[in-house]
């Protein structure tokens, strides 16, 4: 037991000197410079998202997928899970949603930028893209409004890259992010933990496969429907569980 509330005393202590902040700080930035001058780019990904039930159990939705994005305004990106199979794409002036299980696929009218995408599919549409905070130009200024505390926690590995290891915290969330190191500084790993909800569920996302320029793959931003596939509106996609967030057999609390 002495040796146990040694470790946890060691865990609390973790300094938060100035010097630390500010080179936190500065790593940031560097990311956040970094990917935001990319204007072709891919990768894979990796995301588990954490739901806490009635009881309070923690239990972990695992899934996997990838982005590839050509600034300033197309992206595609898929995600895949046990309950999901979704492709979105954008080509700066209209947003498809398909659901492979269904076979059926989503489109609504919008023109603009990435940003402009990611804040209407937030707000309006209640879909947010994987890690998209981490790719808009205004990374930096999002990721420190209000943060109350930063650390600079040292080195790390992910997926056999070095990356240094940040945390920070502010008033309802705590976010931690791994950042490669040397000249190509991008996310390798983003976890952030609510602790406005009892149990602090994660949602984290791992990196791979990081591609810019020339090397980004999946650069083709049309849509062309499936055999068979079926049109719906933004009502119908409601009622259609393999396009949900959560599984069929999940219900959130308050609803029927």
Same mark, same amino acid.
């Given at each position: *037991?002495? &040796? ?7 865990? /609390?202590? $973790?300094?938060? #000197?100035? #010097?630390?902040?500010?080179? &936190? *700080?500065?790593?940031?930035?560097? *990311?956040?410079?970094?990917? %935001? ?13 954490? $739901? ?5 159990? @923690? ?19 898929? @995600?895949? %899970? ?19 299980? &269904?076979?059926?696929? *989503?489109? =609504? !009218? ?19 893209? !994987? /890690? ?6 205004? /990374? ?20 056999? $890259? ?6 920070? @915290?502010?008033?309802? $969330? ?23 909800? !009892? ?7 791992? =990196? ?17 429907? !499936? /055999? ?13 569980? %393999?396009?949900?967030?959560?599984? %069929? ?8």
């Amino acid at each position: *037991m002495a &040796a146990c509330g040694g470790i946890l005393a060691l865990a /609390a202590a $973790v300094p938060g #000197a100035r #010097a630390a902040e500010a080179d &936190a *700080m500065a790593l940031l930035k560097g *990311m956040t410079s970094y990917v %935001s001058a990319q204007q072709e780019l891919s990768f894979r990904f990796d995301a588990d998202l954490e $739901v806490v039930t009635s009881d309070q159990q @923690r239990l972990t939705l695992a899934s996997s997928g990838s982005v590839s994005l050509d600034r300033p305004g197309r992206i595609r990106f898929s @995600r895949s %899970s046990g309950f999901a199979d979704l492709e979105s794409v954008f080509d700066g002036s209209t947003f498809t949603l398909l659901g492979k299980n &269904a076979n059926v696929y *989503m489109q =609504v !009218p919008i023109k603009g930028s990435l940003e402009t995408l990611v804040d209407e599919l937030k707000d309006k549409y209640r879909r947010p893209l !994987p /890690a998209a905070d981490l790719l808009l130009p205004k /990374a930096y200024a999002e990721l420190t409004e209000g943060v109350t505390d930063v650390k600079d926690l040292g080195s790390g590995v992910v997926g056999g $890259v070095e990356c240094d290891h940040l945390a920070f @915290r502010k008033k309802d $969330v705590d976010f931690q992010i791994w950042i490669a190191q040397g000249d190509r500084p991008y996310p390798c790993r983003y976890v952030i933990t609510s602790r406005t909800v !009892p149990r602090s569920p994660q949602y984290s996302i791992q =990196v791979s496969d990081w591609k810019t320029g020339s090397a980004a793959v999946g650069q083709n931003f049309s849509f062309v429907p !499936p /055999a068979g596939a079926r049109a719906i509106s933004h009502d119908e996609l409601k009622t259609i569980k %393999s396009m949900g967030e959560l599984p %069929s057999n999940y219900i959130l609390k308050g609803n029927p």
